[in-house]
Structures are given as C-alpha cells and as structure tokens.
C-alpha cells in the first residue's frame, strides 16, 4: 500500500509509484470519483486522440460537415457574448 500526506493547504502529493504505474506527468490532468463508501477513485483524464476515439460516436447521428459545425461554433460563441 502507498501512503500520502494531505498538507495544511489540502495539498497531497501523488507518490512516484503511482504516478509511473498510471503514467502521470507534469501538467497532466486528473479526475477525484467520490464513491458512497467514502472512498475516492483517482483516474487519469485522457489526453490523447487514439484514447478517446469513437467514444462520442453514435450510430444513428446524422453527419455534418465541418462548415455546419463552424456556423454552430460561431452561433454559440456570438450568444455567450452577448
């Protein structure tokens, strides 16, 4: 088992073995799942394209061209402005 210390700022430092077992390096990102037996899980966020393809495929979406999802991108970000 490996132990961490929580700091007086709340700080904990993921120690060396579990940082290379889960492949961690600096400025990696890192997700806290709280479970109901109060325990908290620690996973990665994934950050490469191959670990995420196909994840928001739906069979049964319409395809869209990438001019249609410029204009929507351009629509959202002109309502978030204004």
């Known amino acids: 088992m490996t132990l961490a210390t929580i700091t007086t700022k709340g700080q904990v430092t993921i120690p ?5 077992y889960l492949r961690l390096h600096t400025g990696d990102k890192i997700e806290f799942v709280v479970t109901n037996n109060r325990e908290a899980l620690l996973r990665p966020i994934s950050k490469k394209v ?3 393809f ?24 002109k309502d978030s402005f204004q």
């Open 16 to 20: 060396k073995a579990v940082r290379d």
């Open 54 to 77: 196909g994840k928001l495929h739906k069979p049964n979406r319409k395809a869209i061209s990438t001019g249609e999802m410029d204009a929507v991108i351009r629509r959202k970000m």
């Open 50 to 52: 191959d670990d995420i």
